[in-house]
């Protein structure tokens, strides 16, 4: 799918409410619910995130964010792509153009969270696929064993 556009967007829009809507109902479904953190609208619309849509023909087709920890490290957040788009590229365009814009923030490491179970096993080998290593859990994700943590170096790539 090279011809969609990624660029940012509001998580308040209608159509990218319902995707994050879909999103959280996917978490919900298939996480205990302490073991949930994918943000909400409000969360993704705060200081220090921005979400991003990859949008074809104006339709909504996958968002991503990307949320600041620190000066040096940035997070994957709300990762999310309509069924029919799956396994077109259009995730793996995301997580590539959020770990640039990561990187132009002078983000020395990317990190991100994502479940354990059989259900997140695609997203888990999306992420290994864009350079993403298992890590030790970070932030939030301490003591959640239903959290998988993985990260991704910067500083150690050609060019960073």
Do not use: N, W
């Amino acid at each position: 799918m090279p011809d969609g556009v990624i660029a940012p967007d509001d998580p308040r829009a209608p159509d990218v409410r319902a995707l994050l809507e879909r999103h959280l109902a996917f978490a919900r479904q298939t996480t205990p619910p302490e073991g949930v953190h994918a943000l909400d609208v409000d969360a993704l619309a705060g200081p220090g995130v921005t979400l991003f849509s990859y949008r074809r023909d104006g339709q909504v087709l996958g968002v991503g964010a990307l949320r600041m920890l620190d000066a040096e490290h940035a997070e994957l957040k709300s990762m999310h792509t309509v069924e029919a788009a799956r396994r077109r590229g259009v995730a793996r365009a995301l997580v590539d153009h959020l770990v640039e814009v990561a990187r132009a923030h002078g983000a020395r490491r990317v990190s991100l969270e994502t479940g354990t179970m059989e259900a997140f096993a695609p997203a888990r080998a999306l992420y290994r696929a864009a350079g993403f290593e298992p890590c030790e859990p970070f932030g939030e994700y301490v003591g959640s064993p239903t959290s998988a943590c993985m990260t991704r170096r910067l500083d150690d790539e050609e060019g960073a």
